[in-house]
């Protein structure tokens, strides 16, 4: 049933998830317009994979670099990672670490912070949003600390079993209780949305598009 779910979720646009969510009175999920994919063309969809970690200067770089590749493979197939690294510093993404999780059958990446090599990654096809790129790396510098916990990104408490859709207009977070409802009912939106651009194309005022099927 997710992968189901989730190849109908990615078939999506946020705009139309936004707008069914506003619509049902759930809170409106959107993560910081300030995260950005590396690659504008790329959606990310999926189960949520959430990750906490930390700035701790205390590590060496065999240290940190294993805790890194720990976290790697811990990633369950399928999912999209979401990680709070609570840094505003460093890249939490790079090439070899986009290439592995794509590898392993991961989704994509958001992360509320940086990424480097980020040509390399968009030639990989591997989608990943961040808020800003760095060379800067974590090496000896961050940690992650917990895995599959609730985070916070911006006004968004993200839980464990959240679905999340990202594109070029944002990201958006369906709670997973509630992401099978939001899912149909915004496949109901985007045929009426066709039904509305067809009579417009074959000459109906906006207007009468409007009053007849109610969307815009």
Known sequence: MAVNLTERL????????????????????????????????????????????????????????????EFLGTVPAGHVVACQPQDDDRALMGELSAENL????????????????????????????CRFTTPRDIVAAWTPEAYNV?????????????YILGDQDGI???????AEAIVNRVEVVVQTENLVRKAILEGMPPKEAYLQYRKF
Not at 35 to 41: F, T
Not at 43 to 59: E, I, K, M, N, Y
Not at 106 to 124: Q, T
Request: net charge negative; glycine share 12%.
């Open 102 to 129: 794509q590898f392993r059958g991961v989704r994509g990446y958001i992360v509320d912070g940086g990424c480097r090599d980020g040509s390399f990654i968009k030639a990989l096809g591997f989608p990943v949003f």
């Open 172 to 178: 958006v977070i369906l709670p997973g209780t509630q």
């Open 10 to 69: 990615e078939s999506c646009y946020t705009g139309a998830v936004f707008d069914v969510m506003w619509d049902l009175g759930f809170p409106d999920g959107l993560l910081p317009r300030e995260l950005k994919s590396l690659d504008p063309e790329k959606t990310v969809a999926g189960p949520v994979f959430p990750v906490l970690g930390r700035p701790d200067s205390s590590l060496t770089p065999d240290e940190s670099l294993l805790r890194w590749t």
């Open 150 to 162: 609730p985070i916070q990104i911006g006004e968004v408490t993200i839980h464990p079993g959240d």
